[in-house]
């Protein structure tokens, strides 16, 4: 089995639509692809509808945490999406992302990029304006050269000149709320050092303690000695080690399946979550598999 769990679509800042994601995930040969979008679940419905056989889908999102400073993100998966504690956190932090994008595009013409709200409004059409949607922007604009080099302290990175904060759970009541909610947790990307500073390895331990289920071990911003270290650290402490592309459509390079997680730990998520069940394909539009 081939299992992609963490993907992006345009409910967010990918550039997929959620049908479009899932008939991709079909023809890079995937068995399992979770939509897991920041902040939000509003793409899961396009996305079942639009499953073929063999084709499972992974209801998730990606939680926008904050400790101690320090942004993380945590995968949600098989969560109840009508929770309302958890409902009510995600709503929060979907409806700052509109005041803080304005402000960071605010910023940025405070120092000369002749960005407009406009533009970012443009690029990120339905989807939750976040930083990619800004980053996508001052591509345009030839104010840097990727998305990801818009990300660096120069522009949009934490404590960046033009970086502004936002509604942020933190990492242990994220947790907690997605336990409530029959979920399974997941630390996304922890060893991302490229995109700024990390969590120590002391709070991975504690968010163990805590009730995280596992790490993202294997992903495109980890080089191998930090993907050997996050699997060393799963073992450590019990957790399950999964490895996702973070695929973003165009918005990235990377592709869907670069990364997999093993189908014995994808097992193991969907045996712990009780707030809801993997989408098997059910027949819809047939897609040619690689």
Request: with cysteine; proline share 5%; glycine share 10%.
């Amino acid at each position: 089995m081939r299992i992609d769990l963490h993907a992006h679509s345009t409910a967010s800042d990918g550039t997929d639509t959620p049908a479009e994601l899932v008939r991709n995930a079909a023809r890079a040969g995937l068995d399992v692809v979770a939509l897991t979008d920041h902040d939000t679940t509003r793409g899961h419905a396009e996305a079942a509808a639009a499953l073929s056989d063999g084709l499972t889908l992974v209801t998730g999102a990606e939680l926008s945490c904050r400790h101690q400073g320090v942004g993380l993100h945590m995968l949600a998966y098989l969560f109840d999406p009508d929770e309302p504690n958890l409902l009510r956190e995600r709503e929060l932090v979907r409806d700052d992302r509109v005041p803080r994008a304005r402000t960071m595009v605010a910023k940025l013409r405070e120092i000369g990029v002749p960005i407009t709200w406009e533009q970012v409004a443009r690029i990120a059409g339905d989807g939750s304006v976040g930083r990619p949607h800004i980053a996508t922007a001052l591509v345009e604009l030839g104010v840097v050269e990727t998305v990801s080099d818009a990300f660096a302290p120069a522009w949009l990175g934490d404590r960046g000149r033009a970086y502004a904060p936002k509604h942020e759970l933190d990492p242990f009541e994220a947790i907690r709320l997605v336990k409530a909610a029959g979920g399974v947790t997941v630390f996304a990307h922890p060893a991302a050092s490229k995109r700024g500073r990390t969590v120590p390895e002391s709070v991975i331990a504690e968010l163990a303690a805590a009730g995280l289920d596992g790490v993202e071990a294997d992903h495109m911003d980890h080089d191998p000695a930090a993907r050997a270290r996050m699997r060393a650290l799963a073992a450590d402490l019990g957790l399950l080690a999964t490895g996702s592309s973070d695929y973003h459509g165009s918005r990235k390079t990377v592709a869907l399946g670069a990364y997999t997680t093993d189908p014995e730990v994808y097992a193991e998520i969907t045996r712990r979550a009780t707030g809801a069940f993997p989408v098997p394909g059910a027949g819809g539009q047939r897609v040619a598999r690689a």
